[in-house]
């Protein structure tokens, strides 16, 4: 079965850093594009990054430019997404998705359960 497993998350004070990880089983990350969305409180789910499974090509949120960075390793078949001088505003429940194709469209199927960021002094 197609399967992504967050996991990395935990407290952080503001302009700490966090890697996540972004486990992939049941398919190859050759064939699949994965992306990162985030959802806090009283907010709306937002994308964050995404990874193409053609070429590599990322993309960011404007809110994190500078500051995330996305990454594979196909041999491991896993994703991160390095968070580096965190804000609060950066506090929610951090998902991965992975679609079929080369990059992240709407309604991407399958996602993972997410895993915490809390950004806090």
């Known amino acids: 079965q197609v399967q992504v497993v967050e996991s990395g998350g935990g407290l952080v004070q503001p302009g700490g850093s966090l890697r996540l990880s972004c486990a992939a089983s049941?398919?190859?990350?050759?064939?699949?594009?994965i992306g990162w969305f985030r959802q806090a409180p009283g907010k709306e789910r937002e994308g964050v990054s995404c990874i193409s499974s053609s070429d590599g090509g990322t993309d960011y949120a404007d809110s994190v430019k500078g500051r995330f960075t996305i990454s594979r390793d196909n041999a491991k078949n896993t994703v991160f997404l390095q968070m580096n001088s965190l804000k609060p505003e950066d506090t929610a429940v951090y998902y991965c998705?992975?679609?079929?194709?080369?990059?992240?469209?709407?309604?991407?199927?399958?996602w993972g359960k997410g895993t915490l960021v809390i950004v806090s002094s």
């Open positions: 049941g398919f190859s990350l050759d064939y699949y594009a």
């Open positions: 998705a992975a679609d079929y194709g080369s990059s992240c469209g709407h309604g991407m199927p399958y």
